[in-house]
């Protein structure tokens, strides 16, 4: 079955730092992948996703992805944290048949950002 | 485009009454998906419907729970009688064919 692992629970970075969250997935044929972000009492954003082609993605507000097909990973990078970057960040699988409309979340990490 | 539009907001409902959740997805998005977010089991898909027609409902945690999208434009998400560990923020999302999904901003239910 499909599923996706966020082993962060919870990261603290300082304003100004890069940024690195983790996220690995388990799926038996090339995946479509999904980083999503949710603010306090708002729903998910899409920053960014992965179905085929360059491997490093490109997302809104200065985030990349790189998926990596030997290590069954697609962990999310900013080079330089804002403090309007905290929030929680999900990544999700696309689900059975590569669906891209049924998705499978990870547990989240919860990002805060120090001055 | 006003994206996709849940209401209420809000819901404080008694154990045992029915409650109506309501989404409208973006006009043109052919699939839509309601998920369920709680602290302990995370964003969970409940069902999902492609072209008006429940496609996977394996999600749905019980009978109490009923979902329906009698047009392009409207479904809902009834849970009768409601009960305490039904308590989450409700998130509908819509998207296009082949597309990935565009939130809701989600209706946070409590259930007293």
């Known amino acids: 079955a499909q599923s996706v692992t966020q082993p962060d629970i919870h990261i603290t970075v300082s304003e100004g730092a890069s940024l690195e969250l983790r996220c690995n997935y388990s799926?038996?044929?090339?995946?479509?992948l999904f980083w999503y972000v949710q603010s306090p009492g708002q729903g998910l954003q899409l920053l960014l996703k992965?179905?085929?082609?360059?491997?490093l993605v490109q997302g809104i507000k200065g985030f990349e992805a790189e998926f990596k097909r030997s290590q069954s990973s697609f962990n999310l990078r900013k080079p330089s944290v804002h403090w309007s970057d905290a929030a929680e960040y999900f990544c999700?699988?696309?689900?059975?048949?590569?669906?891209?409309?049924?998705?499978?979340f990870g547990t989240g990490t919860l990002l805060a950002v120090q001055p | 485009d006003a994206g996709v539009i849940q209401s209420p907001r809000h819901e404080v409902t008694e154990m045992g009454q029915e409650v109506t959740l309501r989404c409208k997805p973006i006009?043109?998005?052919?699939?839509l998906f309601w998920y369920r977010q709680t602290m302990m089991r995370g964003l969970e898909l409940l069902i999902y419907?492609?072209?008006?027609?429940?496609?996977?409902d394996s999600g749905m945690p019980e009978d109490r729970f009923s979902a329906k999208m009698p047009n392009a434009s409207f479904s809902t998400l009834k849970i009768q009688p409601s009960e305490p560990r039904d308590s989450a923020v409700y998130f509908c999302?819509?998207?296009?064919?082949?597309?990935?999904?565009?939130f809701g901003s989600g209706t946070r239910l409590t259930v007293v």
């Open positions: 992965y179905f085929s082609g360059d491997t």
């Open positions: 999302a819509s998207s296009p064919s082949g597309g990935s999904g565009t």
């Open positions: 999700a699988v696309g689900g059975e048949g590569g669906a891209t409309n049924k998705l499978i």
């Open positions: 419907f492609n072209n008006n027609v429940p496609i996977d």
């Open positions: 799926y038996g044929a090339t995946p479509y």
């Open positions: 006009s043109g998005h052919n699939s």
